[in-house]
């Protein structure tokens, strides 16, 4: 039988990073997350044994958070569930207190971490596209504006020999579409615009971040040196920019990006970022 206890986040930890934190509640531990969820809490899940079969669940927090602050039809919600559950391959039941318990299972202890990562993955797409599409459309024009300026920089910045493609993924990361990837032969760097036009979405626009750079960081590519640098570009001019009120945030995505931090308001410090990753 497999010994459910915190020394399992240790290679959560060296997988992903270091906010992965732990306690130990009886036959159960219990794992904080560095994904941010929209009620502006983080991601908790489960992780017991059933049967000789590890279970990493969610506790119920998906189904609750969606149920609050979602005003869709339940069947609606249902639907939308279904598929992003789907998606992930993520299965589903109801608790002892008639809640929907979304989890995952694996039978082998070096499995865990996989599956945390895909739960957690679930729990961020699937929360916040339900939350953020109750929402009245924001005005995106500022974050329109902040888009091509940002773009128009980055080209007019790059050192000889680099091409930035704007809106691109990378195969290692299928269905991702980062704010841009510059290219050179045998390396790439990722760049992931932060923006918001009212504090709710400048915060989603962090945790799709972070999630992002984890994908990133966990792919073949990286850990074949194949990748230079994530690079966050901030923009500290949207209206969702409140500094005061984004200290944890910020700090989980340096953590995110492996250090690399870029506010639109130090932009000229952007080949600098460049130069630390490789020699150009």
Same mark, same amino acid.
């Given at each position: 039988m497999t010994k459910i206890n915190c020394h399992i986040t240790e290679a959560i930890q060296k997988d992903f990073s270091s906010l992965w934190k732990c306690k130990h509640r009886g036959n159960t531990v219990e794992i904080s997350t560095p994904y941010l969820l929209p009620d502006s809490t983080l991601f908790t899940l489960f992780i017991t044994e059933q049967k000789k079969k590890i279970i990493i669940h969610d506790g119920g927090s998906i189904s609750q958070i969606v149920s609050e602050y979602c005003p869709f039809p339940d069947d609606e919600i249902k639907f939308s569930l279904d598929g992003f &559950? &789907?998606?992930?391959?993520?299965?589903?039941? %109801?608790g002892a207190e008639k809640e929907?318990?979304?989890?995952?299972?694996?039978?082998?202890?070096?499995?865990i971490s996989s599956a945390a990562f895909d739960l957690a993955s679930f729990a961020m797409t699937a929360t916040n596209a339900l939350v953020a599409a109750s929402y009245e459309e924001p005005d995106v024009k500022q974050d329109d504006r902040f888009q091509r300026s940002a773009d128009s920089f980055i080209k007019a910045a790059l050192p000889v020999g680099l091409k930035y493609k704007p809106r691109h993924e990378i195969k290692?990361?299928?269905?991702?579409?980062?704010?841009?990837?510059?290219?050179?032969?045998?390396?790439?760097?990722?760049?992931?615009? %932060?923006?918001?036009?009212? #504090?709710?979405?400048?915060k989603g626009s962090i945790a799709v971040t972070i999630m992002n750079f984890g994908h990133v960081w966990d792919c073949s590519l990286a850990k074949n040196n194949g990748v230079g640098a994530t690079i966050p570009i901030v923009n500290t001019e949207a209206s969702g920019y409140q500094p005061r009120k984004l200290g944890w945030q910020t700090d989980m995505l340096? &953590?995110?990006a492996h250090g690399a931090y #870029?506010?639109?308001?130090?932009r000229n410090d952007f080949a600098g970022l460049l130069n630390k990753s490789t020699s150009l």
């Open positions: &559950a &789907a998606q992930h391959e993520i299965k589903q039941t %109801i929907k318990i979304f989890y995952r299972v694996c039978e082998k202890k070096k499995l290692e990361v299928p269905g991702v579409k980062f704010s841009g990837v510059i290219e050179r032969s045998n390396k790439i760097w990722i760049v992931s615009y %932060i923006t918001g036009s009212d #504090l709710h979405r400048f340096k &953590a995110s #870029l506010p639109w308001s130090g």
